[in-house]
């Protein structure tokens, strides 16, 4: 199928035609989770967009390379040039090992992705193992002339990069700008040339855990050099895609396209994504305002902002039923939506399985099957337009619904056609999968011999005309929440949440 996808650029600030640099291989690097506490649902959004953005590549028949980063050094406190490594940090306080922290947390992140639904990406580099890709990237930019030696450690020189280049070209802001709004940072007074300059390398305290020999100081690489370096180590020069959240496009995402010009002379990335914000009263949610819940937390239902639990593909949808460039505002009235709106779609797709195909269509159920799998390409190709995937999958529920009623007719082909055009979008594309205690399969199948049993058994006092035990029958398992119906084809009965 030829590819019609068009994705919002960042640095454009329009939608651009995906032609990827070396078709059919596409390079993608998404900045991945500093691993200090346990993934929240902060770090759920960006990995459940690029997941959907890798699996739709790949549907689309390209040879996808995705490469996420594990930042497990150098990003300080603030995310400024001073202060202490937050990893360290934590280190400290639990009187272990930094990289007992770092990895304890990246298996909590894998646990909580691997439960969301997000396939591993195709490598995964870790900051610590990557020293000397960021010390080679330092020295090319202090031999290109836009960095400076202070007192062991290394800065990125703004203001000669800016006579060559421009400095704020992914943000927006003008140089004067971000000057102005680095008048009032303190750090690294007395080393920086210019406020708004940038670490490359940082000269470490005496009490600093985490240092490297280089040949400007012991020390530790500063934030920004660790996705240029290792975007660049494996996927090139230049690659396709670098993703992220939205609150790294300044300063970390400048930075890159900075150290890369800095480096290299050239752009390395030729489309930049982020996904938006999830909030929480309006206000982003983050470790470091406070008022984040942990993944686990939304699993379990122990938070104090939690009504009940949700389920991982609850929140996975809740994700998916908004554009992954809007924001998403976290209530439990909206996970409660998505926790219905997931449960009709695999209640209809489990539905499917017990219709019955007739000779022909009614006219507006071939209308809505023959037009299903382009409307669906149509919004997937429109930078991953998923609200409207759902909506049109939603419309098919509506149609399924009817089928079981019996108040519309389907032939074999166009029966196929929505099984098949169902289970592409939910699963293979948007990575929706059947949950216990979440969709009709994984409940109909615990309860369905026992429900037939009874079913059997009502058939059989329907026969002796014993209408009192029928309806009893009928009645009784409504009460436990069973919908059963009588139709001129045989029975049939759905477990109601």
Same mark, same amino acid.
């Given at each position: 199928?030829?590819?019609?996808?068009?994705?919002?650029?960042?640095?454009?600030?329009?939608?651009?035609?995906?032609?990827?640099?070396?078709?059919?291989?596409?390079?993608?690097?998404?900045?991945?989770?500093?691993?200090?506490?346990?993934?929240?649902?902060?770090?759920?959004?960006?990995?459940?967009?690029?997941?959907?953005?890798?699996?739709?590549?790949?549907?689309?028949?390209?040879?996808?390379?995705?490469?996420?980063?594990?930042?497990?050094?150098?990003?300080?406190?603030?995310?400024?040039?001073?202060?202490?490594?937050?990893?360290?940090?934590?280190?400290?306080?639990?009187?272990?090992?930094?990289?007992?922290?770092?990895?304890?947390?990246?298996?909590?992140?894998?646990?909580?992705?691997?439960?969301?639904?997000?396939?591993?990406?195709?490598?995964?580099?870790?900051?610590?193992?990557?020293?000397?890709?960021?010390?080679?990237?330092?020295?090319?930019?202090?031999?290109?002339?836009?960095?400076?030696?202070?007192?062991?450690?290394?800065?990125?020189?703004?203001?000669?990069?800016?006579?060559?280049?421009?400095?704020?070209?992914?943000?927006?802001?003008?140089?004067?700008?971000?000057?102005?709004?680095?008048?009032?940072?303190?750090?690294?007074?007395?080393?920086?040339?210019?406020?708004?300059?940038?670490?490359?390398?940082?000269?470490?305290?005496?009490?600093?855990?985490?240092?490297?020999?280089?040949?400007?100081?012991?020390?530790?690489?500063?934030?920004?050099?660790?996705?240029?370096?290792?975007?660049?180590?494996?996927?090139?020069?230049?690659?396709?895609?670098?993703?992220?959240?939205?609150?790294?496009?300044?300063?970390?995402?400048?930075?890159?396209?900075?150290?890369?010009?800095?480096?290299?002379?050239?752009?390395?990335? *030729?489309?930049? &994504? /982020?996904?938006?914000?999830?909030? =929480?009263? !309006?206000? #982003?949610?983050? $470790?470091?305002?406070?008022?984040?819940?942990?993944?686990?937390?939304?699993?379990?239902?122990?938070?104090?902002?939690?009504?009940?639990?949700?389920?991982?593909?609850?929140?996975?949808?809740?994700?998916?039923?908004?554009?992954?460039?809007?924001?998403?505002?976290?209530?439990?009235?909206?996970?409660?939506?998505?926790?219905?709106?997931?449960?009709?779609?695999?209640?209809?797709?489990?539905?499917?399985?017990?219709?019955?195909?007739?000779?022909?269509?009614?006219?507006?159920?071939?209308?809505?099957?023959?037009?299903?799998?382009?409307?669906?390409?149509?919004?997937?190709?429109?930078?991953?337009?998923?609200?409207?995937?759902?909506?049109?999958?939603?419309?098919?529920?509506?149609?399924?619904?009817?089928?079981?009623?019996?108040?519309?007719?389907?032939?074999?082909?166009?029966?196929?056609?929505? *099984?098949?055009? &169902? /289970?592409?979008?939910?699963?293979? =594309?948007? !990575?929706? #999968?059947?949950? $216990?205690?979440?969709?009709?399969?994984?409940?109909?199948?615990?309860?369905?011999?026992?429900?037939?049993?009874?079913?059997?058994?009502?058939?059989?006092?329907?026969?002796?005309?014993?209408?009192?035990?029928?309806?009893?029958?009928?009645?009784?398992?409504?009460?436990?929440?069973?919908?059963?119906?009588?139709?001129?084809?045989?029975?049939?009965?759905?477990?109601?949440?």
């Amino acid at each position: 199928m030829e590819s019609r996808l068009v994705i919002y650029n960042t640095l454009t600030r329009q939608k651009e035609r995906f032609e990827p640099l070396h078709a059919p291989n596409v390079g993608m690097y998404v900045c991945g989770p500093t691993v200090y506490g346990d993934p929240h649902l902060g770090h759920a959004r960006p990995a459940i967009t690029f997941d959907l953005v890798f699996r739709y590549l790949k549907h689309l028949g390209y040879k996808v390379r995705y490469v996420r980063n594990i930042t497990d050094v150098g990003h300080l406190e603030h995310d400024a040039d001073e202060g202490e490594d937050k990893i360290a940090k934590k280190a400290r306080l639990e009187q272990l090992e930094p990289m007992e922290i770092a990895q304890y947390y990246t298996n909590r992140y894998h646990q909580a992705m691997d439960a969301l639904g997000c396939e591993r990406p195709s490598i995964e580099p870790h900051a610590t193992g990557h020293i000397i890709e960021q010390q080679q990237l330092v020295q090319q930019i202090l031999d290109n002339g836009f960095a400076y030696e202070s007192n062991g450690s290394i800065y990125f020189d703004i203001e000669a990069y800016n006579k060559k280049y421009h400095y704020g070209i992914l943000s927006g802001r003008s140089l004067e700008n971000i000057k102005d709004a680095s008048r009032d940072n303190l750090d690294g007074v007395g080393e920086k040339r210019n406020q708004a300059d940038f670490a490359l390398w940082k000269k470490a305290q005496p009490e600093h855990i985490m240092r490297w020999p280089s040949p400007w100081s012991d020390g530790f690489p500063g934030w920004h050099c660790e996705c240029t370096a290792m975007g660049r180590k494996y996927l090139g020069e230049e690659f396709d895609i670098h993703g992220g959240g939205m609150d790294l496009v300044f300063p970390h995402h400048e930075c890159e396209i900075a150290q890369a010009f800095g480096s290299m002379g050239h752009q390395a990335v *030729k489309y930049w &994504m /982020h996904n938006n914000m999830i909030t =929480i009263g !309006g206000q #982003k949610m983050g $470790k470091s305002l406070g008022n984040f819940i942990t993944l686990e937390q939304f699993f379990t239902g122990n938070h104090k902002l939690l009504e009940k639990a949700y389920s991982p593909m609850t929140i996975r949808f809740f994700i998916l039923s908004a554009h992954y460039r809007g924001t998403v505002d976290f209530s439990n009235e909206a996970l409660e939506a998505a926790e219905k709106g997931l449960d009709k779609l695999l209640n209809a797709i489990s539905d499917l399985e017990r219709i019955q195909a007739g000779d022909k269509c009614d006219a507006e159920t071939e209308m809505v099957v023959k037009s299903l799998r382009q409307k669906c390409y149509d919004a997937m190709n429109d930078d991953f337009a998923t609200p409207q995937v759902i909506s049109h999958l939603f419309e098919a529920c509506t149609v399924v619904n009817k089928l079981i009623d019996h108040k519309a007719t389907i032939c074999a082909d166009c029966l196929k056609k929505l *099984k098949e055009t &169902m /289970h592409l979008f939910t699963f293979d =594309i948007l !990575g929706l #999968k059947a949950e $216990k205690g979440n969709s009709s399969d994984a409940r109909e199948e615990a309860y369905g011999k026992v429900v037939d049993m009874v079913l059997e058994l009502r058939a059989k006092a329907r026969a002796e005309k014993d209408w009192a035990t029928c309806d009893k029958i009928r009645d009784e398992l409504k009460e436990a929440g069973f919908e059963v119906k009588d139709t001129k084809d045989g029975v049939t009965w759905k477990l109601n949440k």
